[in-house]
C-alpha cells in the first residue's frame, strides 16, 4: 500500500511539471493531462489499477459540480438563461440521441440502453477546459458565460439521462412515459433536497461560531452531504449538488464575512479542484492497459475507430445544433431581437469550444463492473475506451486549434461593455462613499477623539476625489488602454521593490516574521487587485 501510495504521488508530481510546461508554452493544461494519461498507459510495468466505480463517482463528481456552482454568475445566468438552457438540455439529450441511434447501429451487439448510456457520459462539454484555453484571449464576455453556465447544467442533464440509461441496461426495461415522470420527480426533488441542506449549513455557517478552518473544512463536506442526502431518498444527488452550491454562492457575502475565511477557502478549494483533475487523468492511464484487454471481441484499431466516430458525431451534432438555436429564436420572438445579434463568430467558437474533460471520465468510470445477476456489465471496457478517445480528440484537437479559429475569424466583442479599469474604479467609489457616510453619520464623536479615525476618514476623502476624477476620465476616454497597462506595469514594479523590501527586513531580523507575512498578503492582494489572479 505505501509504494502504491508513493507512487500514485510520484505521478502528481511529474503532472505538476507537465502542467508547468503547459503554462510555459501557453497551452490549456487539460491538454496536457490527457497526454500524461495516455502516456503513462504507454509505460510498461506500471501497476494495475482497479477502481471501485462507485467510489470514483462518489469521490469526484460532488465536489466538481458544486466547485462549477460556486463560480457561476447567477446574473450571467439568467441573462442568457435561453442558450445555456437549449444547449445544457436541448443539445446533451440530442447529443445522447444521435449517439445512441448511431453507435446501435454499427457497433455489433451494443444496445440503445448502452447507446444513451454512452451518449449521456460524452455529452457535456467541460468549461475547465474551455475556459482555459480561451483565458487570455480576446472573447466576448457573453460566449464566457455561455459555456460556463452551459457546463454547470448539462453536466446535471447528461448525468440524470447516464443515470436513466444505466437503470435500462440494468433492469433491461425502459418506458419513456416513466422515464419522463421519474426525471420530473428526482430532478425537482433534487433540487428540494439540495435547497433544504444549503439553508441549514447557511445557518451553521452564519449563527454558529466557526473558524476560517471550520469554514473551509465544511464547505469540503458541503457538496457530499448534499450528493449524498439527495441519493438517500433516490433523489438526484447531482442537481442537489448544483441547487444547494448555488445558493450557497449568492448568499456568501453573508455567510463568510471575514477576508481570512474567504482567502482559505479560495486556497484549498483551487488547490482540491487542481488535483482531483490531474488525478483522474492519473487513474485512467493506470486502468487503460486493463480496459484495453478487456475489450473482449473488439481490437484496439475497433476500439479508436468507434471513438473517432463518436468523436465525429459530437462535434458535429454540437455545431448543427448551434446555428439554428442561434437564429431561430430571434426571428420568432421580438424581445430576444432586442439583444445585439450573435453574428455567425459568436455560435462557430461556442460549436468548437466543446471539449469533453473530466466529468465525462469519471462518469464513466463509475459504471458497475457487474451486472445485478453477476455476469460482467456489457461492453463496460469499451465505454469507457470511447470515452477516453473522445476526450483526447476534442481536448487535443479542438484545444489546440480554438485559439487559431479565434484569431482566424477575428473574433470581437458584441455587446456594449464597460471597461475592466471603469468598473473597479466605480466599485472602489461606491465602496469609499459607504464608509465615508458611515463614519460620517455614526462616528462623528469618536472622529474628534481618533487620530487614526480622522485619518482614515481624510484618506476616504482623498480617495473618493480621486476615484471621481479617474473614472470622469475614464468615461470621456481621455485614458488609453496602453496608459492603463503603464500604470499597472509600474505598481507591478513598485510591488515587486517593497517583496525585496520585505525579504532585507526578515534577512536583518528588524521585524517579526508574522508582521512581515501580514505585510506580504497585503502586497499580494494589491496585486491581485490590479493584475487579477493569474491562474
Request: with cysteine.
Amino acid at each position: 500500500m505505501h509504494d502504491r501510495i508513493l507512487f500514485v504521488l510520484s505521478l502528481l508530481f511529474v503532472v505538476f511539471l507537465l502542467v508547468m510546461l503547459a503554462k510555459r508554452v501557453k497551452i490549456a493544461y487539460p491538454i496536457f493531462l490527457v497526454i500524461a494519461g495516455l502516456a503513462i498507459s504507454l509505460v510498461p510495468g506500471l501497476p494495475r489499477l482497479h477502481l471501485d466505480p462507485e467510489l470514483v463517482f462518489l469521490i469526484f463528481l460532488p465536489p466538481l459540480l458544486y466547485e462549477a456552482a460556486w463560480y457561476t454568475s447567477w446574473n450571467d445566468f439568467w441573462k442568457w438563461k435561453r442558450p445555456i438552457i437549449l444547449l445544457a438540455f436541448g443539445l446533451v439529450f440530442f447529443t445522447s440521441s444521435i449517439v445512441a441511434w448511431v453507435t446501435s447501429s454499427m457497433i455489433p451487439g451494443f444496445t440503445l440502453a448502452l447507446g444513451f448510456l454512452l451518449g449521456g457520459i460524452v455529452s457535456p462539454p467541460d468549461a475547465v477546459a474551455a475556459t482555459t484555453v480561451l483565458k487570455g484571449m480576446r472573447v466576448p464576455k457573453r460566449l464566457l458565460a455561455i459555456l460556463e453556465g452551459e457546463s454547470l447544467v448539462n453536466d446535471a442533464s447528461s448525468l440524470i439521462v447516464f443515470r436513466f440509461a444505466l437503470a435500462a441496461v440494468l433492469t433491461g426495461t425502459f418506458s419513456v412515459q416513466d422515464a419522463s415522470l421519474q426525471f420530473v420527480l428526482v430532478t425537482g426533488m433534487g433540487i428540494v433536497v439540495g435547497l433544504a441542506g444549503a439553508h441549514i449549513l447557511y445557518v451553521i455557517h452564519r449563527f454558529l461560531p466557526t473558524t476560517p478552518a471550520i469554514d473551509a473544512a465544511l464547505t469540503v463536506m458541503t457538496p457530499y452531504i448534499l450528493f449524498l442526502a439527495a441519493e438517500h431518498f433516490h433523489f438526484s444527488g447531482v442537481m442537489a449538488v448544483v441547487s444547494g452550491g448555488l445558493f450557497l454562492s449568492w448568499r456568501s457575502h453573508e455567510v463568510f464575512r471575514t477576508g481570512n475565511t474567504r482567502l482559505n477557502m479560495l486556497g484549498v478549494w483551487t488547490t482540491m479542484i487542481f488535483v482531483m483533475n490531474a488525478l483522474v487523468f492519473i487513474l485512467i492511464g493506470l486502468a487503460l492497459p486493463e480496459i484495453i484487454e478487456g475489450l473482449g471481441d473488439y481490437s484496439i484499431a475497433e476500439g479508436i475507430k468507434y471513438g473517432l466516430l463518436v468523436s465525429a458525431l459530437a462535434i458535429i451534432v454540437r455545431i448543427a445544433w448551434i446555428y439554428p438555436t442561434a437564429f431561430v429564436p430571434r426571428w420568432l420572438s421580438a424581445s430576444v431581437r432586442r439583444d445585439p445579434p450573435p453574428g455567425w463568430k459568436g455560435p462557430l467558437v461556442i460549436g468548437w469550444a466543446g471539449m469533453r474533460g473530466v466529468v465525462s471520465l469519471a462518469t464513466a468510470l463509475s459504471i458497475p463492473l457487474y451486472m445485478a445477476n453477476g455476469s460482467p456489465f456489457p461492453h463496460r471496457n469499451l465505454i469507457v475506451f470511447i470515452t477516453f478517445v473522445v476526450i483526447f480528440v476534442t481536448l487535443v484537437f479542438q484545444g489546440l486549434t480554438l485559439p487559431f479559429l479565434i484569431k482566424l475569424i477575428r473574433l470581437r466583442e458584441i455587446d456594449p461593455i464597460v471597461r475592466q479599469e471603469e468598473q473597479e474604479t466605480g466599485i472602489q467609489l461606491n465602496l469609499d462613499r459607504v464608509a465615508f457616510r458611515y463614519i460620517k453619520d455614526h462616528c462623528s464623536k469618536r472622529v474628534e477623539e481618533n487620530e487614526l479615525l480622522a485619518l482614515y476618514k481624510n484618506g476616504l476623502e482623498r480617495d473618493i476625489a480621486a476615484n471621481e476624477q479617474r473614472l470622469e476620465s475614464l468615461e470621456c476616454d481621455i485614458t488609453e488602454m496602453d496608459q492603463i497597462r503603464s500604470y499597472r506595469k509600474a505598481l507591478s514594479e513598485v510591488y515587486a521593490e517593497q517583496r525585496k523590501e520585505l525579504f532585507r527586513l526578515r534577512k536583518y531580523n528588524l521585524f517579526s516574521d508574522e508582521e512581515i507575512r501580514k505585510a506580504e498578503l497585503q502586497l499580494d492582494l494589491n496585486d491581485l487587485k490590479i493584475n487579477g489572479s493569474g491562474h
